[in-house]
């Protein structure tokens, strides 16, 4: 079966420069996740969609950020203007029925970002 | 709030050492607790879970045992391989929300 499927797995780019970074969940879940992790702040939620629909997004650091979920079957997150402190690697992780506590959500390789 | 606190890494062990990562947690109402192991350049794999106080969570020799009264959820192995080398994370979840505890670095020498 295939898992959440992430692109690009690398990305380097300059500073000011646009990044979109694209996720496919899981066929059939509903819950759609955009994480990253640091090695200052570790794992943090940046978005959760359910249905397609953005329900939380107090994690999204800033406006330079945005993220959107135009079917079920695809989400992008992206950085306008990507700055330096931007570079992490960035997850997306899919689950069935995000909102009960035991529906474990699964995650994708994730795309490490590097702005210079 | 909800939070996750596991054990500082990192942890070198032999091959066939047991192994004990600990975790503990602070929760309102009644969470699902997970570990998810993550390899060098990979994503988060979950690697077992428990929903209710009591349950044991098993998977690839691992155990873990969902104890509300001392609101822990402890991994072990009994016998760790070279190939278990990785970054163990403690999580728990309420509703839709996961708090992971910082990540426990273990590597195993042949």
């Known amino acids: 079966d295939a898992g959440v499927i992430q692109s690009p797995r690398h990305e380097v780019t300059e500073m000011g420069q646009e990044v979109t970074l694209r996720c496919k969940p899981i066929?059939?879940?509903?819950?759609l996740f955009w994480y990253r992790q640091t090695m200052m702040r570790g794992l943090e939620l940046l978005i959760y969609f359910n249905n397609n629909v953005p329900i939380d997004d107090s994690g999204m650091p800033e406006d330079r950020f945005s993220a959107k979920m135009p079917n079920a079957s695809f989400s992008t997150l992206k950085i306008q203007p990507s700055e330096p402190r931007d570079s992490a690697v960035y997850f997306c992780?899919?689950?069935?029925?995000?909102?009960?506590?035991?529906?474990?959500?699964?995650f994708g390789d994730g795309t490490r970002l590097s702005i210079l | 709030g909800n939070s996750v606190t596991q054990m500082e890494g990192p942890v070198t062990l032999s091959e066939e050492a047991f192994l004990t990562i600990n975790c503990t947690y602070t929760?309102?109402?009644?969470?699902?607790l997970f570990w998810y192991v993550q390899y060098p350049g990979e994503g988060l794999q979950l690697l077992l879970k428990a929903t209710k106080a009591d349950d044991k969570g098993s998977n690839k020799g691992f155990e873990a045992t969902y104890r509300k009264e001392t609101t822990s959820f402890h991994l072990e192995k009994g016998s760790v391989q070279v190939s278990d080398s990785a970054v163990y994370f403690c999580a728990l979840k309420n509703d839709y929300k996961l708090s992971f505890g910082a990540g426990t670095t273990v590597t195993v020498r042949a």
């Open positions: 066929s059939g879940h509903n819950s």
């Open positions: 992780a899919s689950s069935l029925s995000g909102d009960r506590s035991n529906q474990p959500q699964h």
């Open positions: 929760a309102t109402g009644y969470p699902s």
